[in-house]
């Protein structure tokens, strides 16, 4: 498509509970970013992806997240056993083929909710 | 340690007059910058961006300047309009592939005033 889609817009969960978020690319984008804006304005770097291959996952929190992107499917995020920390808007981007300056194109955001 | 700064939590300019938003980085590294614009409820929308070997990209409305020495950006709009009333980001990334995470600055809320 043209633009960035993710779903769903909006997920509450219990503490403990795990959350699935997802999100499809521009059409022949192939790089693929994961953002978590906890308080209004801070963005933090989760995660890349190369196609399927993850480029760079410094900012995941190594214990209760994780993320894909396979052939012909969304890419996904999962969170295990949410805290209520985990509450915030998380934003999926993605960029064209090719490496250097490349703008990022962002998704409207999954709000996620932990009570 | 913040990377991006944006100083200006808030920016009220009124309309048809020029609005300038300003951001400062820390990491030499650094050798792309964007802005974004954030409505609430929304994703971040592309503005302009600019490469590290320029000082100057112009859009329409909208211009940036980097000056690299001071490690300082900014976004200029005029006329300033309504719909320009938003949340702008500025983001940077370093040198390396295409799959660089982006650095954000906390946003500057501009507000114009009829």
């Known amino acids: 498509g043209e633009e960035v889609a993710q779903t769903p817009k909006h997920l509450v969960r219990g503490e403990g509970q795990k959350a699935k978020l997802y999100c499809a690319p521009i059409?022949?984008?192939?790089?693929v970013f994961w953002y978590q804006q906890v308080l209004k304005n801070e963005f933090k770097f989760l995660i890349s992806?190369?196609?399927?291959?993850?480029?760079?996952e410094t900012g995941m929190p190594k214990e209760r997240f994780s993320a894909k992107c396979l052939p012909n499917s969304p890419c996904s995020l999962e969170i295990q056993a949410t805290k209520l920390e985990d509450s915030a808007v998380y934003f999926c981007?993605?960029?064209?083929?090719?490496?250097?300056?490349?703008?990022?194109?962002f998704g409207p955001g999954t709000r996620l909710l932990v009570l | 340690d913040q990377q991006v700064k944006q100083n200006s939590p808030s920016l009220s300019v009124q309309e048809g007059r020029i609005s300038i938003l300003n951001c400062d980085y820390t990491?030499?590294?650094?050798?792309?910058f964007l802005w974004y614009k954030k409505y609430p409820a929304e994703g971040p929308t592309f503005l302009i961006s600019?490469?590290?070997?320029?000082d100057k990209n112009e859009d329409g409305r909208f211009t940036v300047f980097l000056n690299k020495s001071a490690k300082h950006l900014s976004l200029h709009i005029v006329p300033s309009q309504p719909g320009d009333s938003a949340v702008y980001f500025c983001?940077?990334?370093?040198?390396?592939?295409?799959?660089?995470?982006?650095?954000f600055g906390k946003g500057t809320h501009l507000i114009i005033q009829p």
């Open positions: 992806f190369q196609n399927e291959n993850v480029f760079d």
């Open positions: 059409k022949g984008h192939s790089y």
């Open positions: 990491n030499s590294m650094f050798d792309y």
């Open positions: 983001a940077a990334s370093a040198i390396g592939g295409g799959a660089d995470g982006l650095t």
């Open positions: 600019i490469s590290s070997i320029k």
């Open positions: 981007a993605s960029s064209p083929r090719g490496a250097g300056l490349e703008t990022q194109y």
